[in-house]
């Protein structure tokens, strides 16, 4: 059994920063990619960064040049570093890892998420 367990949400002012993280555990080969996708109320989830194992990164156009995404693929842990936070950025934050598991099975795990707020 493989989770993710998200970390680091909470409420900001407008033009501040939060970091997110999202650990994963259990019987883990690898994890590629690594992601963060966000889901406002009445909005569906869409896709904020991934990173794979080699570093490629992509983010959406909404947060280039004010997120980062980074790994730490020792610990099984990547991070969301969000600056120049905008109201527009509220929302539940979800991790997501494409999972090799020990027994070589490859499945898509997603974290419980993690509430964002900006207040304006």
């Known amino acids: 059994q493989v989770q993710l367990v998200e970390s680091g949400g909470g409420l900001v002012q407008a033009g501040g920063s939060l970091k997110l993280s999202c650990a994963a555990s259990?019987?883990?080969?690898?994890?590629?990619?690594m992601g963060w996708y966000r889901q406002a109320p009445g909005k569906q989830r869409e896709l904020v960064a991934t990173?794979?194992?080699?570093?490629?990164?992509n983010y959406a156009d909404s947060v280039k040049g004010r997120f980062t995404i980074s790994r730490d693929s020792a610990k099984n842990t990547w991070y969301l570093q969000m600056n120049s936070l905008k109201p527009e950025d509220t929302a539940v934050y979800y991790c997501?890892?494409?999972?090799?598991?020990?027994?070589?099975?490859?499945?898509?795990?997603w974290g419980k998420g993690t509430l964002v707020t900006v207040s304006s």
């Open positions: 997501h890892g494409h999972v090799v598991a020990k027994d070589y099975r490859d499945i898509d795990y």
């Open positions: 259990g019987r883990i080969f690898s994890i590629n990619p």
């Open positions: 990173i794979t194992s080699g570093d490629t990164t």
